[in-house]
């Protein structure tokens, strides 16, 4: 099949294409670049040996996406392209349901003029809101609790609109949970730009010796450990994840929901160990108040991908925090890998 991997110059995005192209897929990447480097794409074709087609292209240019459909016959989309970061998006909400609302309508309005009603969307766990229900499975009420949330539960509403509208089109939404690791060949990886929101990438650049200390949000949760409880899934599984849906789609129309999770939690303390022993010594940590907004514990209840698609995570912890740190500790800046690191410590 010919598929096309909007944002795939990013974190998911660069993995998926891998997994499409060593399934003997066919892949353009459509990416604006705003949060990512090329290179993701050039290190894609070192592994795999197979050619990506790029196209340089920013979502709110909708006679460039129509080029794109002009261009390349595709048999389906996956649409990872989107803002993601949760404080920005309160801080710039008119940017986020921009970039991130319009662009998908643009998409879809060239979809439908190409005649291409395959979809495959990254939506997020972050729908469910800060609820403590657990495990979370697909019935749970929708709640975002942040514009970043929001942009997502919109999304999910337009295009279950749409396959009601039309039962042509064939619509996949993946809540994910929490993506963690990096390809095992330490190639591709996770490359935030500023200081990471995100636990693991915060971990790895202490561990590298970028930061000081992880900041541990909150030690007084209802919890084991009283720290926060997510469920952390490999990249690889997750790229696998959606190998499977487009596979799915490939015989059935309609609107589908699956949450790609582990089904099991871990707590920011167990990670942050889980990383210690995989780089070989401490990583420092010190604890601080809760991050507003934050659950407890989350974890998918991810059955359902299973029984429908035959999808299920199997990558452990330990193997995210392994391959985590072979990425971070080879690229110490990630792609623009250009600045001497003072110390770096490990195996
Ligand atoms: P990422 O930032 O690494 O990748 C997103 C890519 O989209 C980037 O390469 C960026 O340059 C591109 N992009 C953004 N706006 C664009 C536009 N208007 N036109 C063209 N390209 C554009 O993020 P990621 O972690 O790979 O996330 C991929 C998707 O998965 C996002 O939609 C994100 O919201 C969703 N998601 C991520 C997580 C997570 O924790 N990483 C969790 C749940 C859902
Ligand atoms: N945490 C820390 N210190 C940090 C960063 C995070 O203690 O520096 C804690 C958080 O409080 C939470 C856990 O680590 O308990 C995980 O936090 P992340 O920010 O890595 O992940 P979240 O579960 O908060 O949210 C992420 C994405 C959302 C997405 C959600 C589910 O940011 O966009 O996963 O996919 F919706």
Known sequence: MKVLVTGGAGYIGSHTTLSLLDDGHDVVVLDNLCNSNAESVRRVEEISGR????????????????????????????????????????????????????????????????????????????VYGASDRVPLNEHEPLDASNPYGRTKEQIEDILSDLGAADPRWRVALLRYFNPAGAHESGRIGEDPQGTPNNLLPFVAQVA????????????????????????YIHVMDLAAGHIAAVGFLNNRSGVFRWNLGTGRGSSVLEVIQAFSEAVGHKVKHEFADRRPGDAAVSYADPAAALADLGWSAHRTLAQMCEDHWRWQRNNPFGYSNDVAVPSLHGK
């Open 51 to 126: 050619h990506v087609e790029f196209r340089r292209v920013d979502l709110l240019d909708a006679v460039a996406l129509d080029a794109v459909f002009a261009e390349f016959r595709f048999d389906s989309v996956i649409h990872f392209a989107g803002l993601k970061a949760v404080g920005e998006s309160v801080e710039k909400p008119l940017a986020y349901y921009q970039n991130n609302v319009v662009g998908t309508l643009n998409l879809l309005h060239a979809m439908e003029r190409a005649e291409v009603r395959t979809l495959v969307f990254s939506s997020s766990a972050t």
């Open 208 to 231: 590298v010796g970028r930061r000081e200390k992880v900041t541990v949000f909150g030690g007084d949760y209802p919890t084991p450990d009283g720290t926060g409880i997510r469920d």
